[in-house]
């Protein structure tokens, strides 16, 4: 699971370095502000994730077993869920999608 973990962990990071180039760059222009902060938001919580799941990596190779799977699992279940809706809600500017970002975070905080 180390690995996976690692490979997810850098895709994040591929991620969050590419939405924040986007945003950036792209978006700046084209969202309210309040929008732009949200899906700066939304890139900020992946890296931080990213590199939480790296150690999750990282303690999954010294300590084999289910509560670092479970971890693992959770924290990239949990930066789907919670980045995904609010670039979701950034992007698209539909509120009800901010309503699904609890269940994200429940995920993050459980990892």
Known sequence: MD???ATVAAL???G?????AFGAHALKAR???ELLAVF???ARYQMVHALALL???WAA???PGWRTS???VCLAAGTIVFCGSLYALALSGVRALGAIAPIGGALLIAG
Not at 16 to 20: D, I, L, N, P, Y
């Open 3 to 5: 690995r996976i973990f």
């Open 40 to 42: 700066e938001t939304a």
């Open 16 to 20: 969050t370095v590419a939405a924040g």
């Open 12 to 14: 994040f990071g591929a």
């Open 31 to 33: 969202l309210a502000p």
């Open 70 to 72: 479970a971890a693992g």
């Open 55 to 57: 150690a999750v990596a």
């Open 61 to 63: 190779a010294r300590w």
